[in-house]
């Protein structure tokens, strides 16, 4: 981190924020459908995806969310469990849209 990125910080655009729920959500559909896997395992197959800083963040999140917890460097899915029928709600790169509630084709409307 250098100074002039504290005095100067840029906050991320909203195709930059669409773009890391949608890899974040990819993830967490991988460590569901998974059960559980290695975290480097899962870091090696996103590299030049996402960096070191943002994979440990991606997992810092989906663990403060309590749908995944880490053992060992393993990483267990500890989410809702449903059929492989119902999955997270990832949509298409570049098309960000609001996400449903499983099971619905409506947006939360938190």
Request: aromatic letters at 4%; glycine letters at 8%; a positive charge.
């Amino acid at each position: 981190m250098t100074i002039d990125s504290i005095m100067n910080p840029t906050r991320p655009t909203k195709q930059q924020v669409a773009s890391a729920m949608q890899i974040t959500l990819a993830v967490a559909e991988a460590i569901r459908k998974a059960g559980r896997i290695p975290s480097g395992h899962l870091y090696a197959m996103l590299i030049g995806k996402v960096d070191i800083d943002g994979y440990q963040a991606m997992i810092r999140t989906l663990k403060n969310t309590g749908l995944v917890t880490e053992s060992m460097n393993e990483l267990i899915w500890t989410g809702p469990t449903f059929s492989d029928s119902r999955t997270l709600p990832v949509s298409p790169a570049g098309s960000p849209r609001e996400l449903c509630p499983l099971g619905t084709d409506k947006p939360s409307t938190r």
